[in-house]
């Protein structure tokens, strides 16, 4: 039996690239399916390997990479090469990958060059032990933390052995009788502890008078009942003389068998860890004497799917009273969290500070979290729960981490829980938040929309209750859809932070659609499938609901899980038109040809009719559609607007309203003064109502101003950030649908100049802004763009208020749908979208706001610091030190770094740098090892 370890250098170029208009620049979450985990207390980065083939490391906040190989194969083992900027990864295709990073020439490269380092193992052992069992697989390697010539060997089997490097024989015997799991040295090496299948760890001596010891001590420590296996383990020496023995499972398999844990023991203490998804990998970073093991709070990896994510917000340019505000709440949820420094802290970011303050808002099953959106580190700063006004089967004072005195095992849970994702009503669909006044809306599946305000201290108060009846009394319709929510009655406890106030109940219950909140009028707007409303959220009342459904859509009071029979019912629509084109064809010809011509030209209209369908989705011409199609009166979009309206002399408040069905509802608004604005009622009255010829759904709906300029936010003039509207121009509306952009004068709505996009460009709208562009040269010139995103995947950039097409960049692959429809822009010409569950990519538009990675790891700085312990194994070899510092987009690749693929499954690997070889006599000896295994 012998084992063989090997790494190959060869050489890998980062090109240095010119900077791309579009530009994804960080990735913030937590890596998507991980499956390996490595450390470097070298380098104090950690890595972490995914199934699709990526590498991450992470070091101090701020101080990022990525990597990603050729292949798509699952990482299974990372380790970083000792005392070095170099790392070997292991693929589950039995390929072993060295990475290396190191600055030349303004370009990054590996060293070219060859090292080779081998060992061959024949194990004398009793014949007794072999004749009962065979070792098979190797299991574990562990070298001598104080003698590099030493390694300790496990088979699976149980069998471990100390092999002499220098004398290539093996020196102790250890016959384990139960099957191996994994290794670990104590400190000093005179002891190692072993783990096991069965749920069990053994402890075993290693001493020069007894070549075959017998165990010291062999421990189950959630025994006697059959227990899981303990796949990992650690064992820290301290100066009070008690040992850490921290291990992954043992669980009792009854009773515990699915529980994801980590057990750590002090002495008579111990304490498991339940984690709330599988364990991949852990490592042990050492530190001072922890009390009560509390969290760190981390700065990167966000868990930003504890569930499912059902919509997203951003907010640019946070003023830095409300930031502290936020803040502030957000600390007080936090503690429980230990006050102890992120320990991974490699490398130094060398990013300059954010310009602004910036949030991203991600709505769940009941609620809200806020992230600091700033910077590359995506960091929670606050989670807002809606469910306490709502009667449910959770509890919302559930305390998630209650550990009993006498419980057994004594679990303690961990991570990121959300007890209530079992009811799909409480999604939040819609989410509005009023930088400048601290107002929030957020709207959920089962048409609830709460108006919030911020309150620094907890509070006590009863939840104002409206009911919004979007049918009107109409006859005929009737909901067949989920129930809505139930409320609390009397008072109700809220924590400091973001305090609901007033809850609007849409009836029917449906999936509110659209969201608008104008904080200086204190008007929030909701629309669902069947139509829209406004609310007056000061004097607490509805000012008016408009009822938008079609007399045939009686889908849109079936529920979203009726959607399926509208797929249906197109695809049998289709198909029936295509047989009665085919009949009226062979009607036309008669009698008039032969059958062959007849048969013919059935083949070449079917041909064609399946190329219209393959076409259909995403070419076709912009054509009238009927009124009688599905969901008609599903409100797309709603706009506030101080405008002309009625007349070219007087301005007034209003309410826009975009639907499914092509149709544009405004209407005039009026709203008293500050004096008497609790004394009189909003009042709102329909001026206009504008039918689109071909019907697409309106998507948005901006007004722009006498400089074509897009009016400013509520209350942004108010607050010295923006110049106020020109009023003595005439206005402009611009209606934005699925196939074309519009422009109409206001206030007699003519049209103006239209962009026919599907027609041009075969492609939908999904998603439009407006975008500022600054100039990256001076500060004096900005321009705002329309920033429009496509279902094929495409971000176009069409200038106001011409409509003229700048530049098209391809963002998301058009197969993505999950990822379209999660993309958020932001104000400044960035966005956010899925690239999977748990993770977001944050691309930019423009040149002047980027958020990217600049840092650099000094190994340098890590060689001074371990010193002491370079200079105690000097005989390994001197350390490489060099410079890492990150491209232009903290990603590197692995070209040319393959080292090679292996017959048999690779199960440990382990560098041993102590024999060096020329390349020419390395792959001589590589290529006769490798023809005897493969012999």
């Known amino acids: 039996m012998f084992q063989i370890f090997f790494s190959v250098q060869c050489k890998l170029y980062f090109r240095e690239v010119t900077e791309p208009e579009r530009r994804a620049t960080v990735e913030h979450g937590f890596p998507h399916q991980p499956s390996a985990l490595g450390y470097s207390p070298f380098l104090h980065l950690m890595a972490i390997g995914t199934r699709s083939g990526a590498i991450k490391l992470y070091g101090a906040p701020g101080v990022e990479f990525m990597g990603l190989h050729e292949e798509n194969n699952t990482v299974m ?263 102890m420094p992120w320990p991974i802290d490699g490398g130094t970011n060398i990013a300059p500070d954010p310009p602004q303050r910036d949030l991203l808002l991600t709505g769940y099953t009941g609620t809200v979290r806020f992230w600091d959106a700033s910077g590359v580190c995506l960091h929670l700063l606050y989670k807002l729960s809606t469910v306490r006004v709502f009667l449910t089967d959770a509890d919302p004072n559930d305390n998630m981490n209650t550990l009993g005195e006498d419980e057994w095992p004594p679990l303690r849970k961990v991570g990121t829980f959300d007890p209530y994702s079992d009811d799909p009503r409480l999604g939040i669909q819609k989410i509005y938040l009023c930088k400048y006044s601290g107002y929030l809306a957020v709207a959920g599946t089962a048409g609830q929309v709460l108006v919030m305000e911020l309150n620094d201290e907890d509070a006590e108060h009863v939840v104002d209750h409206a009911e919004a009846d979007l049918l009107q009394d109409q006859e005929g319709y009737r909901w067949k859809g989920h129930e809505k929510l139930k409320t609390r009655d009397g008072p109700v406890r809220f924590e400091a932070g973001f305090q609901p106030f007033v809850l609007v109940q849409c009836q029917p219950p449906a999936v509110v659609t659209s969201l608008a909140l104008h904080s200086e009028w204190k008007l929030v707007a909701f629309g669902t499938s069947h139509g829209f409303g406004l609310f007056d959220h000061q004097q607490k009342r509805l000012v008016f609901v408009k009822c938008t459904l079609h007399p045939s859509d009686q889908l849109a009071l079936e529920g979203p899980l009726s959607r399926v029979k509208s797929l249906k019912k197109s695809l049998r629509q289709s198909f029936r038109r295509i047989r009665r084109s085919r009949v009226s064809s062979r009607k036309r010809r008669g009698g008039g040809g032969n059958a062959s011509e007849v048969q013919e030209a059935n083949a070449k209209f079917d041909q064609d009719a399946l190329q219209e369908m393959e076409l259909a989705p995403v070419q076709r011409k912009i054509e009238a559609r009927s009124a009688e199609d599905s969901f008609t009166g599903f409100v797309r979009t709603l706009y506030f607007a101080d405008t002309f309206l009625r007349d070219s002399s007087r301005h007034c408040p209003s309410l826009w309203a975009g639907t499914n069905g092509g149709t544009v509802y405004a209407f005039c608004l009026r709203v008293p003064p500050a004096e008497r604005r609790m004394d009189e009622p909003v009042r709102a009255e329909q001026a206009k109502e504008i039918q689109l010829m071909h019907r697409a759904p309106v998507v948005g709906i901006l007004v722009l101003d006498g400089r074509s300029t897009p009016l400013p936010e509520p209350l942004e003039v108010a607050h010295d950030l923006s110049k106020s509207p020109d009023m003595q121009g005439s206005h402009q509306l611009l209606v934005v649908s699925e196939e074309q952009f519009k422009v109409f004068t206001l206030p007699k709505v003519s049209s103006k100049l239209k962009l026919k996009l599907t027609a041009l460009e075969g492609c939908r709208v999904r998603k439009v802004t407006v975008a500022n562009f600054g100039s990256c040269k001076t500060d004096d010139y900005s321009e705002n763009d329309l920033a429009v995103l496509t279902n094929l995947g495409d971000i176009q950039i069409i200038s106001l208020p011409f409509l003229k097409l700048q530049i098209r960049y391809p963002c998301i692959r058009k197969e993505d749908v999950s990822g379209i429809a999660s993309c958020v822009f932001t104000k400044y010409g960035q966005g956010f979208y899925l690239i999977s569950p748990s993770e977001f990519e944050r691309f930019s538009l423009s040149t002047k706001w980027l958020v990217e990675p600049r840092c650099i790891v000094d190994s340098a700085r890590s060689f001074k610091q371990q010193s002491c312990r370079m200079n105690s194994l000097s005989q390994r070899g001197r350390s490489d030190v060099s410079l890492l510092r990150s491209s232009a987009n903290n990603r590197f690749d692995s070209h040319g770094s393959h080292i090679g693929f292996f017959p048999q499954k690779i199960t440990e690997v382990l560098w041993c740098p102590q024999i060096s070889l020329s390349p020419r006599r390395a792959e001589a000896l590589t290529t006769y090892l490798l023809s005897r295994l493969l012999s």
Request: glycine share 6%; proline share 7%; with cysteine.
């Open 77 to 339: 083992q990372i380790h970083f090469i000792p005392d070095q900027c170099q790392l070997v990864t292991l693929l589950d295709d039995n390929s072993l990958h060295l990475w290396s990073l190191k600055q030349h020439s303004g370009s990054y490269e590996v060293v070219p060059g060859i090292n080779f380092s081998f060992l061959f193992c024949f194990c004398r052992v009793p014949e007794d032990y072999c004749n009962r069992r065979s070792c098979e697989l190797v299991e574990a390697l562990r070298e001598h933390p104080k003698n590099p010539d030493q390694i300790l060997i496990g088979y699976s089997r149980g069998l471990i052995v100390l092999w002499d490097l220098q004398n290539n024989k093996v020196t102790h015997h250890f016959l384990g009788s139960q099957q191996l799991e994994n290794l670990y040295w104590q400190r000093d090496g005179s002891k190692f502890i072993s783990c096991h299948y069965d749920g069990s760890y053994t402890q075993w001596p290693v001493s020069s008078d007894n070549r075959q010891p017998e165990p010291l001590e062999n421990v189950v420590p959630y025994g006697p009942f059959p227990c899981k296996a303990i796949s990992k383990i650690y064992w820290q020496t301290t100066k009070n003389g008690l040992p850490y023995i921290i291990f992954q499972g043992g669980m009792p398999r009854a009773s515990y068998g699915d529980r994801h844990s980590i057990s750590v023991v002090h002495g008579s203490q111990q304490t498991a860890f339940d984690f709330t998804s599988r364990v991949i990998d852990f490592f042990i970073i050492f530190s001072s004497d922890p009390q009560g093991w509390p969290a760190v709070h981390p700065p990167y990896l966000a868990s930003l799917h504890c569930s499912a994510i059902t919509c997203s917000h951003h907010v640019s340019s946070i003023p830095l009273k409300l930031w502290e505000r936020i803040i502030s709440a957000g600390s007080k949820q936090n503690v429980h969290y230990s006050n």
